[in-house]
């Protein structure tokens, strides 16, 4: 098993560019996260899904989208980059309230 | 205010030294998780604490759930360096999962 993957590991963007940062996960979880990492910081909720279909805001949703057209998948979407996007970003699944399982991250920085 | 409040921040300690970190909330939990997150990596589950006064075990490590439910304590005994790393507390709130700010263990040696 891969787990949850996810990808690119770095990307440096101009203010104003979109970009997606994708994750699949193999572990046929319902439940799939995108959180975000300051540094030195503890993670902020971004969006989460319960399941194919079904999205919903996390903590700090503002300048990102998400879809969940299959159970595998649960790319998230910058439309417009900003300077305050600059972070790390992790994606994580779980099956209903067990161990969440994390991919490896994706560090972001918006110049 | 945050959910979930951790402390130290921060804490610098010598290779063979015992601590204490502590997830501490004003609300009432079904069950707490903690985790480890090494540099570059994404968090790591270490353990999940579901019953009030429950302690748990994990080699050094040694985590208590309070008795009312609402705060965690995370001991290590003898610390090595590959304890360094970021310690997160983190409940599940509805379908989320909330985490604390984290405390920021550096062993040295």
């Known amino acids: 098993n891969a787990g949850v993957t996810q990808t690119p590991k770095f990307r440096i963007l101009k203010i104003g560019q979109s970009m997606t940062l994708q994750c699949a996960q193999d572990?046929?979880?319902?439940?799939m996260y995108w959180y975000r990492q300051d540094p030195g910081m503890g993670l902020k909720l971004i969006y989460y899904?319960?399941?194919?279909?079904?999205?919903d805001k996390g903590e700090v949703p503002n300048g990102y989208n998400v879809s969940r057209s299959t159970t595998e998948d649960f790319p998230l979407r910058l439309e417009l980059a900003a300077p305050s996007q600059t972070s790390v970003y992790f994606c994580a699944s779980t099956s209903s309230g067990n161990t969440q399982y994390f991919g490896p991250g994706t560090r972001l920085t918006v110049l | 205010t945050q959910l979930l409040e951790q402390s130290p921040q921060f804490l610098s300690i010598q290779e063979g030294e015992n601590l204490t970190v502590y997830c501490n909330s004003s609300s009432v939990f079904s069950s707490l998780q903690w985790y480890r997150q090494e540099p570059g990596e994404g968090p790591v589950l270490l353990v999940t604490?579901?019953?009030?006064?429950e302690v748990k075990k994990l080699k050094r490590l040694t985590f208590q759930f309070g008795d009312a439910r609402k705060d965690s304590s995370l001991h290590i005994t003898a610390a090595q360096p590959g304890d360094t790393g970021l310690y997160l507390c983190a409940v599940f709130y509805g379908n989320k999962l909330v985490f604390g700010a984290g405390t920021i263990l550096r062993v040295k040696s």
């Open positions: 899904s319960v399941g194919a279909g079904i999205t």
């Open positions: 572990m046929n979880h319902n439940y």
């Open positions: 604490v579901v019953t009030g006064g």
